[in-house]
């Protein structure tokens, strides 16, 4: 079996490389540093030989609508494209919980998780989607991303964030075992609201900035399953946050 991973070489793509690559699996990264840009279609053709699947965690540091959707979406279409010709059976992505609903429908990082889900739903390899809650590792980032003026303004909404290491053996799963066509959700054991979260971790890490907690605009379970997901077991490491 021969994996391509979009995006090869990045937090997530590396992780899940060495994953598979333990599990005696062929992988071709497939990242700008590979010489290989799924935007332009540059090394595509010559990648993709031979490939039965395509893992797709690209990513983009644009976080504007029309910016990520046109990334998204493109990567989604060219990679479909040469995937076909190259006779790829299986298109997993990686995306969001809750992207496209309430709140973020608003986002424009959003809006373009939202196109790649779509894309790929309608593209003529068949796809699975793997939706996971934020990267427990990544909410540092996430507190600097609500930062304003020095202060971090901190929705009362949930948040439930997942071990990373447990999304990338469930991305090698469905790479190995996973029959395409299913969409499927992992969330980590524990749900806190935002603010709750931000403070304990500033807390933690030892930094003063002032959490500002705001309503939660709708309803507050937008980021987090609201049906059947798979539950980490990793927990939070920090302890003593009310969970919700
Ligand atoms: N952060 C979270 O909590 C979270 C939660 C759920 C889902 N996700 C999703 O996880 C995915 C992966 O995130 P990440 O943090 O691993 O991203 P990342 O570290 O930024 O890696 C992105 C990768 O995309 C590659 N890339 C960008 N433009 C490219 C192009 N034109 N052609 C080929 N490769 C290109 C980069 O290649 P180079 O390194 O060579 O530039 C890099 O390897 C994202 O789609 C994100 O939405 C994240």
């Given at each position: 079996m021969k994996v391509f991973i979009a995006g090869g070489r990045g937090r997530v793509g590396s992780l899940l490389a060495d994953n598979l690559e333990a599990k005696g699996i062929e992988v071709v990264s497939g990242g700008l540093e590979d010489g290989i840009d799924v935007i332009s279609g540059k090394g595509l053709t010559e990648a993709l030989a031979g490939v039965d699947t395509i893992v797709n965690v690209l990513n983009t540091p644009r976080f504007d609508a029309e910016g990520a959707i046109s990334f998204f979406e493109g990567a989604i279409n060219n990679l479909t494209a040469e995937g076909e010709r190259a006779g790829v059976r299986h298109h997993i992505v990686l995306s969001i919980v809750?992207?496209?609903?309430?709140?973020?429908?608003?986002?424009?990082?959003?809006?373009?998780?939202?196109?790649?889900?779509?894309?790929?739903?309608?593209?003529?390899?068949?796809?699975?989607i793997i939706r996971a809650t934020q990267f427990q590792s990544y909410i540092p980032v996430l507190i600097d991303q609500h930062t304003v003026d020095g202060k971090v303004i901190a929705p009362r909404s949930f948040v439930q964030p997942v071990e990373l290491d447990e999304v990338i053996e469930l991305l090698a799963e469905a790479a190995t075992t996973l029959e395409p066509g299913s969409e499927v959700e992992i969330a980590g054991p524990d749900r806190f609201y935002h603010d709750d979260l931000f403070r304990a971790t500033l807390a933690?890490?030892?930094?003063?900035?002032?959490?500002?907690?705001?309503?939660?605009?709708?309803?507050?379970?937008?980021m987090v399953p609201r049906g059947a997901y798979r539950t980490g077991t990793v927990r939070y490491p920090i302890t003593g946050i009310p969970t919700v």
């Open positions: 809750g992207v496209g609903q309430g709140d973020a429908s608003e986002v424009g990082y959003y809006l373009g998780k939202v196109a790649q889900e779509k894309a790929v739903r309608s593209a003529s390899i068949p796809a699975t933690d890490r030892g930094d003063d900035r002032e959490v500002v907690t705001v309503d939660a605009e709708g309803a507050p379970d937008v």
